[in-house]
Every structure is written in structure tokens, then in C-alpha cells.
């Protein structure tokens, strides 16, 4: 796993301006039902990918962690259809306002989480077929190819707590109840060097160690603990998943989203 050595995503910019959860509790697209006490979900048919050597974790969670998973789960998607994590990364560095140079074709250079849902928001995303991680780039007319991508757009996305909150352990029942009732949560993490020798469990932060953040996604919850799928292959943790400690996700988590399709 060379991902290691690279320090992937950024913050989100405007954060201040996102949509809350109590927005998507007025919309009906979420609600206060009971929450199991544990949740996980994995499924046989969501393999973790190995982002390589590149800063494409954003691409990675917003398309194959969070959007994939949400699109089978709505009989949107089939579940052996893989959404292209390259478009949105690519795309989202296009588009994302902190650029000042050329990006899109920089494979160490990373974007972040609200780049790539302002992407999937106004322009969809497109499949694994039509643009392939590790093949040429899309042939055909932009027309055709932007018409199909946007059968794959989201609603809206929500902003369920970050690290300008005084205290993120309160959006902990926010984070249980999105996974609950709408599916994975997309996080945005500090990276230390124990991050990438774990054996399945993350629970000390190295603050002063922090070599810069990571896309994620929150996949469960169980008593003191966050399930954590990351796109470092099935070598890293257990099988491509962690679990995150209450007291590491406190130090840990930059950003978190909820996304509606």
C-alpha cells in the first residue's frame, strides 16, 4: 500500500453556508427513529479499492464508498456496477475553488470532500465503464456522456458536524442516526503514522505527528467505536475497514457528510 507517503484531501471550503441535518428533518429525509446500538454496513457485494499512489481519496469515498452503496441500495445501480472514482476526483479538482494551478492530471494532487459533492450535486457520476480508473480517457460527445452521468445525481448533501463545533463527540448520535436511516457517512480524517499499521482498530491520534487528511467513510457504529472503510485495499486494517474509538474519532475527524441520492 503506497498511499501511505501521500497526504490526500483537503478542507472543504464555505462550510459555513452547508445545509444541517435539521434541514433534511424538514424535508423528510430524516427522522428521530430509535437507532439499533450496533450497525454494520458491509456488504459482500462492495469490495475496498487500493487508491495507489495517488490523492484520489476523495473520488474514492464520495463514488465507491458513500454514492455506490446508495444507488444499490434504491435499485438505482446493480450491484456488480462500479461508479468511476476518477471522475469525480478529476472533475472535482476542476471545479474546486481553492485551485490556483493546473491539477486535474496531477495523480499527488488531492481536492476536497465538498468539491466532490458539489460534483455528483450539479453533474451526477458516471460509471466505471464509461471512464475507467486505470484506461484512456472518455470517448463520444460531451453531450451523450453528460446526459448519462446526471441519472446519477444526488439531492443535496448535509453537513452532520466538524471540528468547528467546540465539541464533535456531540454529533456522534447525528452520525448513528444518518447511518441508520440513509447509509454511509463521508468523513474527512487527520492522518498519523499509526493510521497505516493498524490491525483493525484505531484508537490513539499522534497529533503532533498529523501529516495532513484523508476521505473516508463512516460504515457502522458499535459500543465506543465508528466503523471506518478507507480506499487503501484489503491489506490495510481488517480486510480495507477499522474500527475508529470515540476518543480517536474526537481527535480525528475534520468533516463529516451525509449525502441524499
Known amino acids: ?19 444541517a441535518p435539521d434541514r433534511a428533518r424538514q ?10 446500538a450496533s450497525l454494520d454496513l458491509r456488504a459482500g457485494w462492495h469490495d475496498v479499492a487500493d487508491q495507489g499512489r495517488t490523492t484520489s481519496c476523495v473520488g474514492w469515498a464520495v463514488a465507491d464508498s458513500v454514492l455506490r452503496w446508495q444507488l444499490v441500495k434504491s435499485d438505482r445501480l ?14 472535482s479538482k476542476e471545479f474546486d475553488q481553492r485551485i490556483t494551478y493546473p491539477s486535474t492530471f496531477l495523480e499527488e494532487d488531492g481536492t476536497s470532500l465538498k468539491a466532490g459533492l458539489d460534483v455528483v450535486r450539479k453533474f451526477g457520476a458516471a460509471l466505471e465503464s464509461e471512464l475507467p480508473w486505470d484506461r484512456g480517457l472518455v470517448h463520444g460527445t460531451p453531450e451523450a456522456f453528460n446526459k448519462a452521468a446526471r441519472r446519477r445525481r444526488i439531492m443535496a448533501y448535509y453537513n452532520l458536524g466538524d471540528d468547528s463545533s467546540p465539541d464533535i463527540t456531540a454529533h456522534y448520535g447525528e452520525w448513528r442516526r444518518w447511518l441508520h ?23 490513539d491520534l499522534d497529533e503532533t505527528a498529523v501529516t495532513g487528511s484523508h476521505a473516508a467513510a463512516l460504515y457502522g457504529y458499535g459500543p465506543g467505536y465508528f466503523l471506518l472503510r478507507s480506499s487503501w485495499g484489503t491489506d490495510w486494517g481488517d480486510a480495507g475497514y477499522a474500527r475508529m474509538t470515540h476518543a480517536y474519532a474526537a481527535e480525528a475527524v475534520i468533516e463529516s457528510y451525509g449525502v441524499m441520492v
Do not use: F
Not at 500500500?1 to 445545509?19: F, G, K, N, V
Not at 446493480?78 to 472533475?91: N, Q, T
Open 27 to 36: 424535508e423528510g429525509y430524516l427522522h428521530d427513529r430509535p437507532h439499533p
Open 181 to 203: 436511516e440513509s447509509g454511509p457517512v463521508l468523513v474527512l480524517i487527520k492522518l498519523d503514522p499509526y493510521i497505516h499499521t493498524n490491525d483493525g482498530v484505531l484508537e
Open 78 to 91: 446493480a450491484p456488480d456496477e462500479r461508479l468511476s472514482a476518477r471522475y469525480v476526483w478529476m472533475a
Open 1 to 19: 500500500m503506497e498511499a501511505e507517503l501521500i497526504a490526500a484531501a483537503r478542507r472543504s471550503h464555505a462550510r459555513e453556508d452547508d445545509y
